[in-house]
């Protein structure tokens, strides 16, 4: 049984994928409208614009300095069959606090600005619980205000002055630096703040600063409202039925509407080229200083010293930018919507953006995949961003064969007795096996599971599903069984041995 499903649409993509082709019956994507002639990211963008039904997508890919790959992809509107060009606009949604926390940078070289300093130096008349906090912990969500958009609630121009005056009365949520809680409050007040030390409306100060510097005429702050050139549409497929969110097989219009003061959090659109012209300008120094890049990229701490962030992969937050620490290959790395990300390797001098129009295409799940078509090491069969024992014991079975994992996994309990391979761990290697269409591997990683926890059910559960797959019925059948026996709330392994009596 697959732990992560809410990262991997299939449990069984690689099986199931004929089933994926029939299900994109409303559009297909487009050919890869890249300059050069089709590639392996070409091939891979388009056969995961099938699995994840994602409309249309935009790629920039920087490699020392400089552009090295621009591809477009499927459909910009699916209504009118307008694909995917060079100069399509996507809304970047959250990605836009990145823009936000270069500004904030700007200031701070500017010496108007001290990310130290309390938000009450800034912004006198705020509530007396919030005076204290400081603008870092605005900029890294660890200030602890409430929330003005509660339960997902958009705040437009008809509702603007009525939630901010609600939000003010509402208690604080912990301690500031207690915790990371992304709150769109904080970046509502960063707004103001750059109002009040640039002199102009935030919005104008990005324009001036940033924008017209690049050179991005197709980069703008508004919403859904605003009528802009080859704008895409937006899709999701999600809807509400009953009062609850549900997953709908066509695609649906998204519709998004952001008030003035909360277009710092999310409300810019661009292109893949432009935003690519942006990173280049940012690290060449066109933007900030040098020196003013580890500032900008360096996670917020907790009061326990400790780095919050969205997930496992996205662990850590800095100023308008969410980072991704690891002792590899770190990134750092702004998403938006669900649907949009950009993701930067320092060290790697390596940067690439992917723009869809699909909120939950979450393209931040598999950027890494298409970075490692530029580094060898980052490519999924190397093993890469599995624990180091896991990948340690898969690069040995890479040259040994995977059918000596529980020969091998022996050998080194025998040399150190504190030798570990946590369950779920061992369980999403066989799934990622599985992703890369290698199920014999997968295989021998599912059994080896089973030898290392007897007394799970879910090991016998994930490799009854395999052999099932496979079409082997008995030993689907009889890992079933046991994992039924072990757990009898299983019902996946229950309707199973119903059907195949």
């Known amino acids: 049984m697959l732990f992560f499903r809410s990262t991997t649409p299939s449990r ?10 029939l299900a994109c019956t409303c559009w297909q994507p487009a050919k890869a409208q890249s300059p050069a002639s089709t590639d392996s990211v070409d091939l891979f963008l388009t056969a995961k614009m099938r699995q994840l039904r994602i409309p249309g997508l935009q790629l920039a890919v920087i490699r020392r300095g400089q552009v090295v790959k621009l591809g477009q992809y499927g459909l910009a509107n699916i209504q009118d069959s307008i694909p995917v060009g060079r100069n399509t606009r996507f809304t970047i949604n959250s990605i836009t606090k990145a823009f936000v926390g270069v500004a904030v940078m700007q200031l701070v070289e500017a010496g108007k600005l001290d990310l130290t300093a309390p938000v009450s130096r800034y912004l006198p008349g705020l509530p007396a619980a919030w005076q204290p906090v400081t603008v870092r912990q605005l900029l890294t969500h660890t200030s602890g205000l409430p929330e003005i958009m509660g339960d997902d609630d958009m705040v437009t121009e008809g509702n603007e002055k009525a939630a901010w005056a609600s939000v003010q009365q509402k208690p604080m949520e912990y301690t500031p630096g207690e915790k990371f809680n992304y709150n769109q409050t904080n970046y ?55 009062g609850e969110w549900q997953r709908s097989k066509q695609p649906r219009n998204l519709f998004e509407v952001y008030a003035t003061s909360m277009r710092t959090a999310s409300g ?18 066109k933007l900030l200083k040098p020196a003013s890049l580890p500032v900008l990229w360096t996670p917020g701490v907790l009061n326990n010293g400790q780095q919050q962030g969205f ?15 690891r002792p590899e ?21 390596l940067a690439i953006v992917v723009l869809t129009n699909l909120m939950g295409a979450n393209p931040d799940m ?10 060898p090491d980052m490519r999924p069969a190397t093993g890469f961003g599995m624990p180091p024992a896991i990948r340690a014991l898969h690069t040995e079975l890479r040259k040994r064969g995977f059918n000596q994992a529980e020969a091998l996994v022996k050998q080194s309990r025998k040399k150190n007795p504190a030798y570990r391979l946590p369950e779920q761990e061992v369980n999403a290697w066989g799934y990622a096996l599985l992703k890369q269409a290698q199920p014999q591997n997968a295989l021998e990683i599912f059994k080896l599971n089973v030898s290392l926890y007897p007394q799970s059910a879910n090991t016998y559960d994930s490799l009854a599903e395999l052999y099932a797959e496979m079409g082997n019925r008995e030993l689907a059948r009889k890992n079933y069984q046991r994992a039924l026996a072990l757990n009898p709330k299983n019902k996946g392994a229950a309707d199973y041995l119903k059907k195949s009596l």
């Open 329 to 349: 290959h770190r990134a750092v790395a702004p998403t938006g919507g669900g649907r949009s990300a950009l993701f930067i390797y320092p060290e790697d001098d």
């Open 12 to 21: 069984f993509a690689i099986f199931a994928w004929g089933f994926l082709l």
């Open 188 to 242: 509502l007040l960063i707004g103001k703040i750059i109002d009040q030390l640039s002199g102009q409306p935030f919005a104008t100060f990005i324009q001036e600063r940033q924008l017209n510097v690049v050179g991005m005429p197709r980069t703008a702050l508004g919403d859904s409202h605003d009528v802009l050139p080859h704008s895409a549409r937006g899709y999701t497929y999600s809807e509400m039925v009953k």
């Open 311 to 325: 997930n496992h992969l996205q662990n850590g937050y800095a100023l308008g930018w969410p980072t991704v620490s």
């Open 366 to 375: 598999f950027i890494d995949e298409i970075a490692g078509y530029y580094i």
């Open 268 to 285: 810019m659109s661009s292109t893949s080229e432009e935003v690519a012209r942006w990173i280049m300008a940012l690290q060449q120094g």
